[in-house]
Each structure stands twice: as C-alpha cells, then as structure tokens.
C-alpha cells in the first residue's frame, strides 16, 4: 500500500519506511531498463518491421503510404530511421492524434485551379459603358435575310454575340471557335451553339460594321448572365453579348452647327431647346400617344408627355471637323416603345427636324460609329471603353481581317442602303399613327393653352 493510500493517522516506522523507499528505486530501475531496448531488441524491431512490410507488399502491392510532412520529430535534423517507422506505425493506429497521417482509401485533395485559364477583364467598379445607339436594324443589317429565318426558326430563345473590332466576314470558323471558349469558361462545361450568319449584299458607310454571332442553348439564367455583365474580355477576345431583340436605346441624335462650347450650362440650352420642339410638334406628340407601351405607369396624356420630355439628357463630345475643334451634342430620350418597327419610325422622326436656338439652329447629323463598342454616340477614338485600365484591345483579329478581305468580296463596296422589308413596316406603323391624329391634334391645342406647352 502506498503512502497516499494509507489512513491519514497511521505512519511506518523507520525501519517500514527505508524498506518502502528501496522498493520504489528498484521500481524506478527496472522501468528505466525496459525503456531502453538494448541491441537485440532493436534489431528484432527492424526484423519485424521490414516483415510486415513484405507481407503489405505482397498483399496489397507497393505500399501508397503518404509521405508526412516535416513536423516536431524530423525538423531537427536526421532521426533514426526505426524510430520514424515506429511513429508512422502509431500515427496510423490513432488516426485522431494530432498530425494523423491520411490513410491509403483517404480522398485526394481538390487539384488546383488551372493556371492557363484565359484571365477575364476585371468589371470596373462603376461597370463597364453602357453602349448606345445600337438598334434592330444595326444589329441586323449586315446579316442575310435566310440566316436570320433560320435562326428564328431554331427552338428556344437565342442571345447575340458580336467582337471588338471585328467585321463581316464571309469565313470566320476562327471567330466561332473563340467564342465557343470564351463561353465555356465563363460558363463552365456548358454546351453551346455558336451560329455565323452569311452576310447580306447591303451597303453601309460604316467602317467595320457590327456582325453578330447566333448563341444559343442556353438556359435563361445563362443567357443573363451572359448579357448582365455585357462585356467578356479576355487577351484573345473581346466579346458583347445582347440579348435578342436587342434592347431599345436612349440615344435618338447627335446634333451639330450649334456655337457652343462644351460645357454643362450649354449642355442645358440644347436640352430645352430639344424639349420646346418637341411640345410644338403635333407628329411627335401623335407618335408618342399611340406608342406608349415601354411607359409602365398609366399616364393620362398629358402626364404621358411631361414623362417623356422630361427625361431629355444631352451630353456633349468635342471632335476635330475638317481641322477644326468643335462641339456635338448627343440627345437621349426615354424611348416611349418597344416596337422595334416603331422604335425606327421614333428616331427617324426626331432626326427629320431642326432645333433653333438663340444662338444658332442645330441639325442632326449622321450617327457615329464605334469600330470597338460599336455604339453610335461616339467615335472610336473618344470610346470608354479604350480608357479601362488592361483593355483588351482584340490586336489578334487584325489577322483574321487580312485573310476575311481576300474571301468577302461582298463587303468590299460600301455605301448607304435601307433594311430589307422596312420601308413597308414603317408604312404600317405610320396608317396606325394617322388613325389616331385627330386625337393628338386636339390634345396639342388644348395642353398648349394650359401654358406647359
């Protein structure tokens, strides 16, 4: 019985306790023995070991044993190789003691992220530049009508593609190939079906004209977020993806001939020059009575107007006109329809007319072109987009253009043309305007006298 078993009032002798404290040291030697294995007892552990390592071989096939990394016991240095079998051999019995070595069966980690994966352009933090101008029939314009049939013919919806500088091209398996990538790795493994269209027979002013690839097979969510972003950048390829049809834009006009310089306050002269032309103006405000479903609120007809000239913007650009620096204004408007047909028929009206000023009478040129974005708001030397620190400029498809001009001998001409079939759309458009003229009419003369108009 030991002393801290003992009762607390009963002590041994002397004699009791120099027998005790000899037993102890025996005790104490023996344990020290046994601890230390001599020469045999080494030497039989190595036997034993280098046995059950035969056995797993011959049973399992070379052992798959991970290899540890440095810890407390091979950090100093060198240790003996017995030693190290003897603590993997624990290590493995409790797989809950701490650094636990994984097993043979454990699940490999996740392997890394793949370090060619073409990088995307980073969105800025105010998002990338809205890009203006873009109608149906710009989007449509350089696409042959048979192509456009059978892509509406396909099941299910479709959004559209088109590059950065890129143009129509009568060959462009390259082109196809690298949207197919682009999508895929923004994407995922998703299937994706990348259409090129043949290109129409029509005229155009316009250097590099937008060409747009069919996408399709895609669910919703893919194709929003696709479109959301806008804006797919990448060393190789730059692409805008749309959604179909094509979304109506604000931009309506950029006028010209005014003496202004470029400056908010002159920005706000041309904004109420705009509005006053268009109060007094009986076609527009015919227009905007019968076309008013891309106006959610139920206006009656006079808050219906107020909501439209109200939403006026004018911006300003200086560009270089025959060697001279001068101001343009870009006009937007809240676009009162979502009818593409009637969307053509809005801005065709608006760009008929001249506003006066005070200071001069401003006349609608013709739009801009952007060979990069293309927007029609701006031309390609004052595009945003230019400005993005990283852009990727699509340098690479300067020799795709080169092989794409010896193969479209089509696109070779350029001058002005109308779409195919429009003329006769805005026919339609126009009788279903007329029917309804008296109305507007009478509307204009009574709102005049209200001192609004």
């Known amino acids: 019985m030991s002393t801290s078993q003992m009762p607390p009032n009963i002590l041994p002798d002397d004699d009791g306790m120099a027998l005790l404290d000899k037993a102890i040291a025996d005790a104490e030697q023996i344990g020290q023995n046994s601890a230390e294995p001599g020469p045999l007892s080494k030497r039989q552990a190595r036997k034993n070991n280098k046995r059950a390592l035969e056995d797993d071989n011959r049973n399992n096939g070379p052992s798959k044993r991970a290899i540890p990394k440095p810890n407390s016991l091979t950090a100093n240095g060198p240790i003996d190789p017995m030693v190290q079998d003897e603590e993997m051999t624990a290590r493995e019995e409790d797989t809950n003691a701490p650094n636990a070595l994984p097993s043979a069966t454990a699940a490999p980690p996740n392997p890394p992220a793949a370090t060619t994966t073409p990088h995307f352009l980073p969105t800025p933090e105010e998002g990338f530049p809205k890009v203006h101008g873009i109608t149906h029939r710009d989007v449509f314009a350089m696409v042959a009508r048979d192509s456009k049939e059978c ?5 299910g919806p479709y959004i559209l593609a088109y590059l950065a500088n890129d143009r129509d091209v009568q060959e462009a398996t390259e082109r196809v190939v690298r949207l197919q990538s682009l999508i895929k790795v923004a994407l995922g493994s998703t299937p994706v079906i990348v259409g090129h269209a043949k290109p129409s027979n029509r005229r155009t002013s316009d250097i590099k004209p937008l060409f747009p690839y069919y996408i399709g097979g895609l669910t919703m969510d893919q194709m929003d977020f696709l479109t959301t972003r806008g804006c797919w950048s990448t060393p190789t390829t730059t692409a805008f993806f749309i959604p179909n049809p094509p979304p109506p834009s604000e931009f309506v006009m950029t006028l010209e001939n005014l003496p202004l310089a470029a400056t908010e306050e002159n920005n706000n002269i041309v904004k ?8 007094q103006n009986s076609d527009i405000l015919n227009f905007i009575a019968v076309n008013r479903d891309n106006i959610l609120i139920n206006y009656d007809f006079l808050d219906l107007l107020h909501y439209v000239v109200d939403s006026v913007m004018v911006t300003n650009l200086s560009i270089v006109q025959r060697g001279t620096t001068t101001t343009v204004f870009n006009i937007y408007i809240h676009p009162p329809t979502l009818n593409t047909n009637a969307l053509e028929m809005w801005i065709s009206k608006l760009r008929k007319l001249d506003y006066t000023c005070i200071f001069g009478t401003g006349k609608p040129r013709a739009p801009f072109h952007c060979t990069c ?15 993005i620190p990283g852009w990727n400029n699509n340098q690479a498809l300067s020799k795709l253009d080169a092989e794409a001009a010896q193969t479209s001998s089509t696109s070779s001409m350029r001058g002005r043309g109308r779409g195919e079939g429009a003329e006769e759309d805005r026919r339609t458009v126009g009788a279903r305007a007329t029917g309804q003229g008296a109305v507007a009419s009478s509307a204009h003369n009574m709102y005049s006298s209200t001192g609004y108009w």
Request: glycine fraction near 4%; charged fraction near 35%; include cysteine.
């Open 272 to 279: 109420k020059t705009v509005q006053q032309k268009i109060r």
């Open 151 to 155: 892509w509406d013919s396909q099941d």
């Open 373 to 387: 974005c293309k927007a029609r708001d701006h031309p390609a030397g004052l595009c945003e987009y230019l400005k």
